[in-house]
């Protein structure tokens, strides 16, 4: 059963930064692509970064707008996938959220989401 479980998030100043974690289920997770996304109030989910499998080097990708102040990582022997964030805007408050790349994986059918960890960057 496939399962993502986000956590990390908070309440940080402009230019802090916090380290966001997902606990996957491991199985497919641990072979896929990896991403966190993040969606805000009134706004599309989107794309922030991306890892590769260890098998395929774990290279990563990010969006423009975090390139130089996030970092993904994973560690597949804890089942693990992480983001560093820093340099923190107010424009990055969102919901975060893993899954896999490049479409969140599916239950039945039907696209599956954790719960996400809510990010608030406000002075």
């Known amino acids: 059963q496939a399962q993502l479980v986000e956590s990390g998030g908070g309440v940080v100043q402009p230019g802090g930064s916090l380290r966001l974690s997902c606990l996957t289920s491991g199985g497919i997770f641990s072979i896929s692509h990896m991403a966190w996304y993040r969606q805000a109030p009134g706004r599309e989910r989107e794309l922030v970064a991306t890892?590769?499998?260890?098998?395929?080097?774990?290279?990563?990708n990010y969006a423009y707008s975090v390139q130089g102040r996030f970092t993904i990582s994973r560690d597949n022997t804890k089942n693990m996938v992480y983001l560093q964030m820093s340099s923190l805007k107010p424009e990055d408050t969102a919901m975060y959220y893993c899954?896999?790349?490049?479409?969140?994986?599916?239950?039945?059918?039907?696209?599956?989401w954790g719960q996400g960890t809510q990010v608030t960057v406000s002075s």
């Open positions: 890892i590769t499998p260890p098998g395929d080097g774990s290279k990563t």
């Open positions: 899954n896999t790349d490049p479409r969140p994986v599916t239950v039945d059918g039907v696209p599956y």
